[in-house]
C-alpha cells in the first residue's frame, strides 16, 4: 500500500547509534551510599517504590533517547513515502517537470482534422491542468530558438504554448533532452520526470538518461501518405539553347500505396506559368521538368509545389537562377588559335567572345567580363600575375585550363591559388576511367552515369581544393575559391572525356556557374549562411531587415534577396521519410500510450517527509526535558 525509499540510503547505517543510550543506561549506573540504621523496615518499603519509579523513568528516558538518535539519522536520509492516494493532482508532492513538445515539420501532418502539432499542445495544455502551484516546469521545443528556457513555477502560461510553431530546422533530440536534465537540476526537487510530446518519428538518443523520460505520442500512425517535392534545378538546354532551359526535380512519394492523378505546378517570377499530372508508384521517387522559355536577363526565382493534403511543409522546393542569354566571354592565351573543342563550346555558350593576348590585358576592362578563361599563356609574367591576382583577390571567378606545355612559372602560380602540387603529365594510350563526380556540386550534380567514360593526357597533381571530377584516383577538374582549373588538355584529340556528350555539359555547367558570380551557390539548405555585401536582407514574406553582421542564418525555407543576388533556401528533408520509433531500449525512458495521465507525476519518488521527523525530533527532545525537570522538582 505505501512506498518508503531514501534518498540518502547510504546513512541508514548509522541507525546503529540507538545503542548508545542503551550502552551508557548499562554501564554508567550510579550505585546509591550505604548507610546503616536501627530499623530499616521502612526505609526499604519506600526504597522498594522509589526504585521502581525511577527505573520507569529512566526506561522512558532512554526509550526517547533512543527515538531521537534514530529519527535524525532518518531524517539525514531523506525518507520519501509514496501512496495510491497521492495520485490526486492536488496531493502530488513537487515535481521538476521538463515538457518537450515536438515542433519539427513532420507534426504537420493532419491526422482526422488536427495536426500532429495541434494533438502535441492539446496534450500540453491537459498536462498544465494536472501540474500544480509549488511544481517547478520547463517547456521546450526542438527548434533552436527554444519556447523557454527558464524555469517557471507553477502553470505555464497557456500563450506560450499556444504561440509553439513549426520549425524548418531543429536540434538534436539527445542535446535537446540533456539540456532539460540538467535544467532540472538546478531545481533540487528530488521528484524530476521529461516528457516529450510528439508523432514517433525516430530520433537519435542519449546513451544515458539520469532523469525518467516519457514519449507521449499524439497519434498511432504508422504509414502515412505523405509527396513531397525536391531537388530543384536549372538544366540548360544545350542543342536547343536558343529555345528554353528546363527546370527540372523530383516528386518523392513517401507512402505504401501509390498515388494517382498528383498535381503538381511550376511559379515562376510571381506567377503560375505551367501545371501537369502525373502518377506515382508507392516509394518512387519521380524525376519531372518543366519547360520555360526566358526573355528577361537577370535574376529569377520561384518554386514547384505538389499537392499533398496530408502533409503540407515539404510541398514546395524553391529555386533561383541567373540568366544571361549572351554572357560577354575573355579568353585570355597567347596561342593564334584556340583549339577546336574550346571553339565549338564557347560558340554554343554565347555569341560574345573576345581573345586577349598578354599585351591587351587590362584590369578594369577585365573585370566587366562575365567569363575569363586563361589557356595557352607560354609564360608568366609579372604585369599579368598582378592582374590576375586582382581579380582573385576581389572574387572574379576565372576557369584556368591546364595545358601539357604549362611553364614552371604558371605551375606555382596554380599551385599557390588552388593548394596543389604539380607532379608530371600522364600520357596515356589506355585510359583512366572517371571514379568520382561530384553531385552535389552546380558543375557536375547532372552527370549521370559517367563511370564508363575514360581519361588520359592529363596532370598528375595532390590537391586541398574542392575535387569535381577524379579518374582512377587523380583530381582532373578541381574548384577553389570560386574558380575552377580543368588539369586535362582540351587540344588532345585522344580524351576520350572530350568526345563524350557528358563534356558539353560540364563545360557549359562549369562557364555559366563561373558567370556573374553564380559560383556562391545560390541554392542553399536551411541553416546555410548567406553571406551579406550590405547590412540589407529581404525575407520571404517580404519584410526587410538589417544586420550588424555580415552574413544571416535563415531559419524558414523561401526565397531571400540581397542588394545583388537572390538565395533559395530549402529544407534538409530528413523529416519527410517518417520512420517511426518502437520500442526504444534505454533505462529510464518508457513510450507511454493513450492513458498517459494514469502514468503523469506519480511521485517516483513520493513525498518527502524528513521536515516531519525533525519536528517529531524536538517533540521528544521538549518531553525529555519535562521529565527530567519534573523530577528535579521534586
Same mark, same amino acid.
Given at each position: 500500500m505505501f512506498g518508503l525509499s531514501f534518498l540518502n540510503s547510504g546513512i541508514l547505517f548509522l541507525t546503529s547509534a540507538i545503542i548508545i543510550p542503551i550502552l551508557i543506561y548499562l554501564f554508567a549506573k550510579k550505585k546509591p551510599r550505604r548507610i546503616i540504621f536501627s530499623s530499616i523496615r521502612f526505609i526499604k518499603e519506600s526504597q522498594q517504590k522509589q526504585r521502581r519509579k525511577i527505573n520507569i523513568k529512566n526506561l522512558l528516558l532512554l526509550f526517547i533517547r533512543m527515538l531521537i538518535i534514530l529519527f535524525i539519522i532518518l531524517a539525514i536520509s531523506r525518507p520519501a513515502i509514496k501512496a495510491p492516494i497521492l495520485k490526486s493532482s492536488k496531493l502530488h508532492p513537487k515535481t521538476g517537470i521538463a515538457v518537450i513538445v515536438d515542433n519539427s515539420y513532420s507534426m504537420n501532418y493532419l491526422v482526422d482534422t488536427q495536426t500532429e502539432l495541434e494533438k502535441a499542445k492539446s496534450i500540453a495544455q491537459k498536462m498544465n491542468t494536472i501540474i500544480s502551484e509549488n511544481d517547478q516546469v520547463l517547456l521546450l521545443t526542438l527548434d533552436? $530558438?527554444?519556447i523557454k528556457t527558464n524555469i517557471l513555477y507553477g502553470k505555464i502560461p497557456a500563450a506560450l504554448i499556444e504561440e509553439i510553431k513549426l520549425a524548418a530546422r531543429i536540434s538534436p533530440l539527445e542535446d535537446v533532452l540533456l539540456f532539460a536534465q540538467e535544467k532540472l537540476k538546478e531545481t533540487h526537487l528530488p521528484n524530476k520526470e521529461i516528457y516529450f510530446i510528439t508523432d514517433l518519428q525516430e530520433y537519435p538518443l542519449p546513451k544515458k538518461l539520469d532523469i525518467p523520460v516519457f514519449f507521449i505520442p499524439t497519434s498511432n500512425i504508422i504509414d502515412r501518405n505523405n509527396i513531397s517535392c525536391q531537388n530543384a534545378?536549372?538544366?540548360?538546354?544545350?542543342? /536547343? /539553347?536558343?529555345?528554353?532551359k528546363k527546370i527540372t526535380f523530383e516528386l518523392v512519394n513517401y507512402s505504401?500505396?501509390?498515388q494517382q492523378d498528383v498535381i503538381f505546378k511550376l511559379f515562376l517570377d510571381g506567377n503560375t506559368v505551367a501545371e501537369k499530372v502525373t502518377d506515382l508508384l508507392r516509394g518512387q521517387r519521380k524525376t519531372e521538368n518543366f519547360s520555360i522559355d526566358l526573355q528577361q536577363p537577370g535574376w529569377h526565382s520561384g518554386y514547384v509545389e505538389v499537392k499533398n493534403e496530408r502533409q503540407t511543409f515539404d510541398n514546395r522546393n524553391y529555386f533561383c537562377f541567373h540568366f544571361n542569354p549572351d554572357p560577354i566571354v575573355?579568353?585570355?592565351? !597567347?596561342?593564334?588559335?584556340?583549339?577546336?573543342?574550346m571553339e565549338t563550346l564557347l560558340e554554343l555558350y554565347s555569341n560574345n567572345i573576345k581573345i586577349i593576348n598578354s599585351d591587351n590585358i $587590362?584590369?578594369?576592362?577585365?573585370?566587366?567580363? !562575365?567569363?575569363?578563361?586563361?589557356?595557352? /599563356?607560354?609564360?608568366?609574367?609579372?604585369?599579368?600575375?598582378f592582374i590576375l591576382e586582382n581579380l582573385l583577390e576581389s572574387n572574379k571567378q576565372i576557369l584556368f585550363i591546364a595545358d601539357k606545355d604549362i611553364s614552371k612559372n604558371w605551375q606555382n602560380f596554380l599551385e599557390? $591559388?588552388?593548394e596543389m602540387d604539380f607532379k608530371e603529365f600522364l600520357h596515356r594510350k589506355t585510359s583512366y576511367n572517371i571514379s568520382f563526380a561530384n553531385k552535389y556540386h552546380p558543375i557536375t550534380n547532372l552527370l549521370k552515369s559517367v563511370e564508363s567514360i575514360g581519361f588520359n593526357d592529363f596532370w598528375s597533381v595532390s590537391t586541398n581544393s574542392g575535387i569535381l571530377i577524379e579518374a582512377h584516383g587523380f583530381p582532373v577538374a578541381v574548384e577553389q575559391n570560386g574558380s575552377s582549373l580543368w588539369l586535362f588538355d582540351i587540344s588532345s584529340l585522344q580524351n576520350p572525356f572530350l568526345l563524350d556528350p557528358a563534356f558539353p555539359v560540364f563545360a557549359y555547367n562549369t562557364l555559366n556557374f563561373l558567370s556573374d558570380g553564380n559560383s556562391e551557390s545560390s541554392s542553399l539548405i536551411i541553416g546555410n549562411r548567406i553571406k551579406l555585401t550590405s547590412p540589407e536582407i529581404q525575407l520571404p514574406d517580404g519584410n526587410n531587415i538589417n544586420l550588424s553582421r555580415n552574413y544571416y542564418v535563415p531559419a524558414d525555407p523561401g526565397i531571400y534577396r540581397t542588394v545583388d543576388r537572390i538565395?533559395?533556401?530549402?529544407? !534538409?528533408?530528413s523529416e519527410s521519410d517518417f520512420k517511426r520509433s518502437s520500442k526504444l531500449k534505454l533505462k529510464n525512458l518508457e513510450i507511454l500510450d493513450e492513458n498517459w495521465t494514469d502514468d503523469f507525476l506519480q511521485s517516483r519518488y513520493g513525498f518527502e517527509i524528513w521536515k516531519y521527523l525533525l519536528i517529531f525530533v524536538l517533540i521528544l527532545f521538549i518531553l525529555e526535558m519535562l521529565i527530567v525537570k519534573k523530577e528535579e522538582n521534586k
Open positions: 533552436e $530558438n527554444r534545378l536549372t538544366v540548360n538546354e544545350i542543342v /536547343k /539553347k536558343d529555345l528554353e505504401t500505396r501509390s575573355a579568353v585570355i592565351t !597567347d596561342l593564334p588559335q584556340i583549339p577546336l573543342v $587590362n584590369l578594369e576592362s577585365l573585370k566587366q567580363y !562575365d567569363n575569363i578563361i586563361v589557356y595557352g /599563356k607560354s609564360e608568366l609574367s609579372g604585369r599579368v600575375e599557390r $591559388n588552388f538565395y533559395a533556401l530549402n529544407l !534538409d528533408y
